[in-house]
T-cell receptor, first 111, second 112 residues
């Protein structure tokens, strides 16, 4: 049972435009969500998080939106830069401290 | 702080061999995790620990064992390596008080 789903394996955008990465979850016990970025041959690095009591969190060019009723979250990157090209993982967790991730979305930002 | 360190970086095993993947953190984090990443399959949780002496299974624990005798170390043991265990393994840790898990650089394991 895949509790966190990232249905788009890849996304390609032009430099300077907005990138929108989507994530759906099924576990209603999740109370926090995180986004990680991963470059090849490196470990995932934390990008941004959001608690279930919020519907938006912003950090510079990165904004995460949470729609609890739809069990959906999205990561917006504005403006997109070539250095943003990476695999992005969405993860969800609850009070049992386990963190479940999706399959990832490969973002390519073209100059 | 060195953060989360993993050794070795790469390893090739023959079917049936055993090995231990090492993970250490120097941040006094109580929570530690082992994930594996297969191509196109995302990050799957193998085992996790909420403190020394306490471990629990994740999504894909079969074929692996863990121990947590100290806060700093969380080794992952493969007893009888199988080709299905070819993967990249990531260790992560986080504070008890919250905050995101920090990941190590990974160990790439190939079982032939």
């Amino acid at each position: 049972d895949q509790q966190v789903k990232q249905n788009s394996p890849s996304l390609s955008v032009q430099e300077g435009r907005i990138s929108i990465l989507n994530c759906d979850y099924t576990n209603s016990m999740f109370d926090y969500f995180l986004w990680y970025k991963k470059y090849p041959a490196e470990g995932p690095t934390f990008l941004i998080s959001i608690s279930s009591i919020k519907d938006k969190n912003e950090d510079g060019r990165f904004t995460v939106f949470l729609n609890k009723s739809a069990k959906h979250l999205s990561l917006h990157i504005v403006p997109s830069q070539p250095g943003d090209s990476a695999v992005y993982f969405c993860g969800g967790g609850g009070s049992n401290y386990k963190l479940t991730f999706g399959k990832g979305t490969l973002l390519t930002v073209n100059p | 702080n060195a953060g989360v360190t993993q050794t070795p970086k790469f390893r090739i095993l023959k079917i049936g061999q055993s090995m231990t993947l090492q993970c250490a953190q120097d941040m006094n984090h109580n929570y530690m995790y082992w994930y594996r990443q297969d191509p196109g399959m995302g990050l799957k949780l193998i085992y996790y620990s909420v403190g020394a002496g306490i471990t629990d299974k994740g999504e894909v624990p079969n074929g692996y064992n863990v121990s947590r005798s100290t806060t700093e170390d969380f080794p992952l043991r493969l007893e009888l390596a199988a080709p299905s265990q070819t993967s990249v393994y990531f260790c992560a840790s986080r504070r008890t008080s919250g905050g995101p898990p920090l990941f190590g650089p990974g160990t790439r394991l190939t079982v032939l």
